[in-house]
């Protein structure tokens, strides 16, 4: 079991501390879309009320898809779910910029999780048939059946919770090949660790050092600990030195900053820094594990091994990929 992490560098990707290549190689345009989940009342209170209204007023997501622009090759999908009233604009325009899908989408009302996790389910399946619909945007942007679901926040253990008997309906209608949890806060009346220990996609999951609102110890880690991993491929664990989760977001002032200065962050790595850190692996990770991309698979092992310096710490444990990939070593720090 994972109870701390060891600091490696991330020597190759950073030029004057700024990851290069960010912004990446494609412009990236926004549309902004609703998708309605008749199956579901929009709100607890409209949940007594008759058939006909739920259909009428059923749950809407309000979801902001970032497009590469002029992209000759289909694109992998990301739905991410983030905590309101944040917003992620910079990290989501960062990430499709290299050529990724991004539809993120806020969560509002944060008693009631599995909605969360039922909301990415659903999304992925709404960017999947509109992906084969030629009347879409989004017509034959993204390479079928590939999709990562990703959380930030309250909504970061979201990605693990699809992985529940109670989600299987939904679960039974999309292809999940991975989940990234940004910063996931432990839960366990949520059965959070129950469910981490049935998921088997291949994930990626991130802690801050200095998060003092969530601290590693007692979230990101156990969540990372409590993850399957066979038959699951891969799981990653990536600990960024001197950060907040918060940073990571767009908001100079947000309910995570005030919550940290009520337990008193220490000074922390700045967005500006943290958003193109964390994009960078995202974006290798996703080609690498979700698009079969040896070369990218390796720039994300070797980045994590790099010499030993200041930015990041790491914990990785992983089966054989296939023949066509690189075949990372397992790594096992401070068990």
């Known amino acids: 079991m994972v109870t701390a992490v060891a600091i490696v560098a991330w020597a190759a990707g950073l030029i004057g501390g700024v990851l290069a290549g960010y912004p990446g190689t494609y412009s990236v345009s926004n549309v902004s879309v609703v998708f309605s989940d008749i199956a579901r009342c929009r709100t607890w209170p409209q949940c007594t009320q008759a058939l006909e209204y739920r259909i009428k007023f059923g749950r809407q997501v309000a979801v902001n898809v970032y497009l590469p622009v002029a992209k000759p090759t289909p694109s992998p999908l990301i739905v991410f779910a983030y905590e309101s009233p944040d917003t992620v604009a910079l990290l989501a325009t960062m990430v499709a910029s290299s050529g990724v899908v991004v539809a993120a989408f806020p969560v509002y009302d944060l008693n009631h999780p599995w909605d969360f996790a039922k909301d990415l389910l659903f999304v992925t399946g709404e960017m999947q048939a509109e992906n084969v619909a030629p009347s879409s945007p989004f017509y034959n942007s993204m390479v079928p059946s590939v999709s990562a ?96 989760s918060c940073n990571v977001t767009d908001a100079l002032v947000s309910d995570c900053h005030a919550n940290e200065i009520q337990c008193g962050a220490a000074g922390s790595m700045p967005g500006s820094l943290l958003r193109p850190l964390v994009g960078g692996l995202i974006t290798s990770w996703v080609a690498g594990i979700l698009q079969n991309n040896a070369t990218e698979w390796s720039r994300f092992n070797s980045v994590l091994r790099a010499q030993t310096g200041t930015r990041l710490g790491y914990v990785q444990s992983c089966e054989p990929l296939g023949a066509s990939q690189a075949v990372p070593l397992s790594v096992a720090l401070h068990e």
């Not at 991975?178 to 990626?204: D, H, K, N, V």
């Open 149 to 244: 679901l990703m959380g930030q926040g309250s909504a970061a253990s979201a990605p693990i919770l699809t992985s529940l008997t109670q989600l299987t309906a939904y679960r039974s209608k999309v292809h999940v090949s991975g989940i990234i949890a940004l910063f996931p806060q432990m839960s366990t009346r949520l059965g959070l660790l129950a469910a981490a220990a049935a998921s088997t996609p291949p994930a990626l999951v991130f802690g801050a050092q200095n998060d003092c609102v969530y601290p590693t110890q007692g979230n990101a880690l156990p969540v990372y600990n409590a993850l399957q991993r066979s038959p699951a491929a891969c799981k990653t664990y990536v600990e960024i030195i001197g950060a907040s």
